[in-house]
């Protein structure tokens, strides 16, 4: 079977994901879900290698045999865009395909917060989307440029490996540098991109200490900065910006962050109660002046109880998001008390909305 035959599949069946590893048949990741494609038949080592060199040029092989592993993004007239990993595993090729969504779907169609659009207009400052892999955040990102593009005269600079979401340019102008190709690394797309005149930056990840602190700098001449690191929850988030620096540096780092963060976007995707699709679980974050004090004082874990009061500024915690679910029959309650920071805290809460709109029934 040719490699557009199986993304064509991946397609129909509504796939996130198609993984080509040999000794297996292909597989499909659905609503969270490994399905193997069994009628399929096994891969073989030269299928693998052919599937996987059919998609690069020369330059991009050059760097595959050399270096063992790969990103780029790959797409096909008729089926989207792909982002695609190569790598090596016991000699031989493994893929791992991210089927992109061809339309960019909008806040409200993502089911994220409201909060998540006004974060989208901030003139200056960080805003960090965070979570596991596959958990949607560059989906969320795409959704805040599109609002930006949409509603503001910008000029959005990206710096992105592999890019995934194509812009057309509407009231604002948008240039997006891929890794490897446009650019040599985040750090030194960012060491340069003030240069460049830029209204909005997005830095696809936030994955070391030159790159965040450049993102950092960048926040702190007044632009919008935004980013993704892979944490699950905002307290973790701010940890993990100020703990990548060297003990020296850290207190300073603290009055960097405390000044410059905006908010957080933590998710995660869970699969719904008729497991038919999967549905965002958001915690989010809105730096006040006592969030900011707590974060220069490194009192970070006061924050949760922040979360749990700041529900009119657009906060909510991971554990309110999962009892607004379960109340509104969207995920099973044994799963969010799975996921929960508190489980027997998400039964308390339950109990009380079921009171709440008993009481409103009544």
């Known amino acids: 079977m040719k490699l557009k035959e199986l993304l064509e599949l991946t397609n129909q069946h509504g796939a996130s994901d198609l993984h080509i590893v040999c000794g297996s048949a292909p597989v499909l990741r659905i609503n969270g879900e490994l399905v193997i494609l069994e009628e399929m038949g096994k891969v073989t080592p030269q299928a693998a290698k052919d599937y996987a060199y059919g998609m690069l040029n020369e330059e991009q092989i050059k760097t595959f045999e050399s270096e063992c592993d790969l990103d780029f993004s790959f797409g096909i007239a008729g089926l989207g865009r792909f982002r695609v990993n190569l790598h090596k595993q016991r000699s031989s090729v493994g893929i791992a395909l991210r089927r992109l969504a061809s339309e960019i779907k909008t806040v409200d169609e993502l089911e994220l917060p409201d909060i998540v659009k006004e974060f989208a207009m901030l003139d200056k400052g960080m805003v960090l989307v965070t979570g596991a892999a596959g958990s949607g955040k560059s989906t969320t990102l795409a959704s805040m440029i599109n609002i930006i593009n949409t509603q503001r005269r910008a000029h959005v600079i990206t710096v992105e490996d592999p890019i995934e979401y194509l812009y057309s340019h509407k009231k604002s102008i948008i240039e997006q540098r891929e890794v490897g190709s446009d650019t040599k690394s985040f750090a030194s797309a960012l060491k340069y991109v003030l240069r460049q005149d830029p209204n909005v930056i997005l830095v696809g990840e936030l994955r070391d200490l030159e790159t965040i ?137 339950l109990k009380k909305l079921q009171e709440t709109t008993n009481n409103a029934g009544g």
């Not at 603290?254 to 679980?281: A, E, F, N, W």
């Not at 707590?294 to 991971?318: A, D, H, N, P, W």
């Open 213 to 349: 602190s450049h993102a950092i700098t960048a926040a702190e001449t007044g632009h919008p900065v935004l980013g993704t690191l892979h944490t699950t929850d905002a307290v973790q988030t701010i940890d993990r910006l100020i703990d990548v620096f060297p003990p020296y540096q850290q207190q300073q780092v603290r009055i960097q962050v405390s000044l410059t963060l905006q908010g957080v976007i933590c998710q995660q995707l869970m699969l719904s109660k008729d497991k038919k699709r999967r549905v965002p679980v958001v915690e989010t974050m809105v730096a006040t002046s006592a969030i900011r004090n707590l974060i220069r004082e490194g009192k970070t874990f006061q924050i949760y109880s922040s979360l749990e009061t700041g529900v009119k500024l657009g906060m909510q915690s991971i554990d309110m998001a999962l009892a607004e679910l379960v109340h509104k029959g969207l995920i099973p309650e044994e799963d969010a008390c799975l996921k929960a920071r508190d489980a027997e805290g998400v039964k308390r809460r």
